[in-house]
């Protein structure tokens, strides 16, 4: 069975503080690895997507990375409009979300 | 981009009525998408739409509780029937992207939050 575990669950910055969030994946024959950004209230919006290791995609301030078994989302200098929960999603046999990371970013 | 309208966007239900969330695309799709968030769980599949065909449903997910319909390329219906305080969660329809057909890449609504009493 896929799985998705996303750590940490939650995480505070400060703005300016650049961090990463990980997915650590299980998976027969991945077809693909997908990063969104969920805002409160709001459907998630997707961001990336990853296919194989040692890939990278970056979006403003955003960079997705992919190994074998995981996946990083590289923060750099986060603004407070950053805070969101993020959430990745692998696809095998059938898409598979994990549970996500709440980002909040204090000014 | 799709562009996603859902209705209602929330709504407070009382135990052992029914509540249908309507889903309207701004453009032809094949599949439609319907998947429920729990509060702190992940995302999960209910079922895939396809117009002029029976919902196919995941595991766990039944059609006398889940009740869908897809009259046409634009919109689809899912119905919450019977409803305990154990279905209070948000309800989400999604559609992939032009460019993701087969994949993960998908568009969603703002969706639907249910609350049971």
């Known amino acids: 069975e896929d799985q998705v575990t996303q750590s940490p669950e939650a995480l505070r910055l400060q703005e300016g503080e650049s961090s990463s969030l990980n997915c650590s994946y299980t998976?027969?024959?991945?077809?693909?690895l997908f990063w969104y950004r969920q805002d409160p209230g709001k459907g998630p919006e997707f961001l990336f997507t990853?296919?194989?290791a040692g890939e990278e995609k970056e979006k403003e301030r955003l960079k997705a990375t992919l190994t074998k078994k995981e996946s990083f989302l590289h923060i750099t200098a986060p603004k407070p409009e950053d805070s969101a929960t993020y959430l990745c999603?692998?696809?095998?046999?059938?898409?598979?979300f994990g549970e996500g990371t709440q980002l909040t970013v204090n000014p | 981009s799709a562009v996603i309208s859902q209705k209602p966007s929330r709504d407070i239900c009382q135990r052992g009525t029914s509540l249908t969330i309507q889903c309207q695309v701004d453009?032809?799709?094949?599949?439609m998408f319907w998947y429920r968030q729990q509060p702190g769980q992940s995302l999960t599949l209910i079922a895939t739409?396809?117009?002029?065909?029976?919902?196919?449903?995941e595991s766990g997910f039944v059609i006398d509780k889940f009740p869908i319909s897809r009259p046409n390329l634009t919109f689809s219906t899912l119905t919450v029937s019977n409803m305990s305080p154990e279905d209070s969660s948000i309800y989400l329809c999604?559609?992939?992207?032009?460019?993701?057909?087969?994949?993960?890449?998908?568009?969603f609504g703002e969706g639907s939050r249910l609350t049971v009493l």
């Open positions: 999604s559609v992939e992207g032009r460019t993701g057909v087969g994949t993960g890449e998908l568009f």
């Open positions: 998976v027969s024959g991945l077809r693909g």
């Open positions: 990853l296919y194989s």
């Open positions: 999603a692998v696809k095998g046999s059938r898409l598979t």
């Open positions: 453009s032809q799709v094949t599949m």
């Open positions: 739409a396809n117009q002029g065909s029976e919902a196919t449903y």
